[in-house]
C-alpha cells in the first residue's frame, strides 16, 4: 500500500509539516511506501480554472495529479486558521476530484492553542466526502504543536506520540478495508464483463 501525505500549510514559521514528517517516518517503519507533498515546495497558484492554459502550470498539477492518483489512501495535514483548514490546502484540493475519489483519508490537525485543530479537521472531513472519498472518523489533533517536536523534529510529548499510534492503527486498518474492498470489486467487475 501507498499512502500520500498532503502538507497544506506554506507559512513561513509553520509548525504541521513536524507532524507530518514524524507521521511519514512511522508509516515507514511500518513498511508503508510514503509519498511526502510539500505545498510549500510544490505550490500551486490560486485555481483560475481546471485546466489551466500555462504549459508550466500544467505539467506541475499533472505531476502532482499522477502523485496523488498513484497513493491508495491519503493524509491531509493542515493547521487550524481562524477556526478552519488552511486555504492553501482547499486550493490544491479545488484542482483535483478523480485523485481522491473512494479513497479513504485521514485527517491530521495541528494548532497553537489547546484544541489541537478540531474545527479545521471537522471542516476537512466533510471536503473529503463531497471529494467522493472516505474520511476516516479518528482524528489525529496536535494541540500546541510548538512544543511538541524538538530540533531535530522528534517528539517530546509522550502524548503526542500515543495519539500518532493510536490514530496510525486506526487509519491503516481502515485504508487497508477500503483497498481491499475496491481491489475486490474490480475484480468481480472484470468478472462480469
Known amino acids: 500500500m501507498k499512502v500520500a501525505i498532503l502538507v497544506g500549510s506554506v507559512r513561513i514559521g509553520r509548525q504541521s ?23 510549500a515546495a510544490d505550490p500551486l497558484p490560486i485555481l483560475e480554472e481546471r485546466s489551466g492554459r500555462d504549459p508550466e502550470l500544467q ?11 498513484a497513493a491508495d489512501a491519503l493524509l491531509l495535514v493542515t493547521p487550524e486558521y481562524h477556526g478552519s483548514f488552511s486555504g492553501v490546502l482547499k486550493n490544491a484540493l479545488d484542482y483535483f476530484w478523480e ?11 495541528v494548532s497553537a492553542g489547546k484544541m489541537g485543530g478540531i474545527n479545521a479537521s471537522t471542516q476537512l472531513q ?28 522528534q517528539v517530546k510529548s509522550e502524548p503526542v506520540a500515543k495519539l500518532t ?10 485504508a487497508h478495508a477500503v483497498v481491499q ?13
Open 126 to 153: 466533510h471536503v473529503i466526502l463531497s471529494l467522493g472519498a472516505f474520511p476516516l472518523p479518528t482524528k489525529l489533533l496536535v494541540p500546541e504543536v510548538q512544543s511538541v517536536f524538538d530540533e531535530s523534529l
Open 181 to 193: 474492498a475496491k481491489r475486490a470489486t474490480q475484480s468481480s467487475w472484470l468478472s462480469v464483463a
Open 59 to 69: 505539467a506541475r498539477v499533472e505531476r502532482l495529479s499522477a502523485r496523488l492518483q
Open 17 to 39: 509539516h513536524k507532524i507530518a514528517h514524524h507521521v511519514e517516518r512511522r508509516l515507514q517503519e511500518r513498511g508503508i511506501a510514503v509519498d511526502l507533498i510539500d505545498l
Open 99 to 109: 485523485e481522491f475519489n473512494r479513497k479513504p483519508i485521514g485527517v491530521v490537525a
Open 165 to 174: 499510534t493510536r490514530f496510525l492503527e486506526e487509519f491503516l486498518w481502515f
